[in-house]
């Protein structure tokens, strides 16, 4: 993917847009109880990216913050509710779902949380019960 190539998203109302820029860190699916909450759906298609790549460029106004813990401070449009980003402090990541930048060529390599699926995937990639083990979880990978 060309390190200077740049996708642009928005809320579902438009006022506030963001660009991304580059290659995420990681594309993968998070099936996690926060994250079908959060997305009102039973699995999560997610990018990370540096925080650097990820930049609000209309609407900044109109962003509102939620964090539930210290490790995910999620962000929308206060106008429509629309879904932006995710800043993970953390990881020193910031988590764009795929649907909000339409263009982006998603293209998962796993899923995380898997014990956790309520849409079990039948697509060969791998299914981590929690985290891969450099990311801080267990590593552990569970059959389709």
């Not at 964090?67 to 995710?86: A, F, I, P, Y």
């Not at 930048?101 to 060969?124: C, N, S, W």
């Not at 019960?129 to 801080?136: I, Y």
Request: proline share 7%; hydrophobic share 35%.
């Amino acid at each position: 993917m060309n390190e200077d190539k740049r996708y642009h998203g928005s809320c579902f109302c438009g006022a506030v847009e963001l660009e991304v820029t580059g290659a995420p860190e990681v594309m993968a699916y998070c099936h996690c109880d926060s994250c079908r909450h959060w997305s009102a759906s039973p699995v999560s298609a997610f990018t990370l990216w540096k925080p650097e790549a990820v930049k609000i460029t209309q609407g900044d106004e109109h962003v509102g913050s939620f964090h539930k813990t210290e490790n995910s401070h999620r962000k929308w449009c206060k106008q429509c509710g629309g879904h932006l980003l995710t800043e993970h402090p953390g990881m020193g990541l910031v988590e764009v779902s795929a649907a909000v930048i339409p263009d982006f060529p998603f293209e998962a390599g796993f899923h995380v949380f898997y014990q956790e699926t309520r849409l079990p995937m039948k697509d060969g990639l791998p299914k981590f019960k929690d985290l891969p083990a450099e990311a801080g979880g267990s590593g552990e990978q569970m059959p389709e």
